[in-house]
């Protein structure tokens, strides 16, 4: 059973939103900070947002403002709800939870 497992990443246009959801249904609980990180082809993994149990939030700056995380821990599930998308964001966009890793969805932002 995969432990982490992302939906939601799709085509959309700039100016558009997606919201991208990670279910840790493979773990027991559902205690530890989860984090949403992203690679764009050529470039490094870079943090977008993280939360803890008790909601505590913290963004990269090039996405405060825009981007939402949120969890609902009864669910298992975290979710990033991304505003005013840019081609900037287009990225493969990956959950964390505490030290596993998602598969990756991919978001891409056409001009």
């Known amino acids: 059973q995969v432990p982490l497992v992302e939906s939601g990443g799709e085509l959309v246009q700039a100016g558009g939103s997606l919201g991208l959801s990670c279910t840790a249904s493979?773990?027991?609980?559902?205690?530890?900070?989860t984090a949403w990180y992203r690679q764009a082809p050529g470039n490094q993994r870079e943090l977008v947002a993280t939360i803890t149990y008790s909601k505590s939030t913290n963004y990269a700056d090039s996405v405060k403002g825009r981007f939402t995380i949120s969890r609902d821990n009864a669910k298992k599930t975290v979710y990033l709800q991304m505003n005013s998308l840019s081609p900037d964001d287009t990225a493969v966009y990956y959950c964390?939870?505490?030290?596993?890793w998602g598969q990756g969805t991919q978001v891409t932002v056409s001009s």
């Open positions: 493979g773990v027991i609980g559902f205690f530890a900070d």
């Open positions: 964390k939870y505490g030290g596993l």
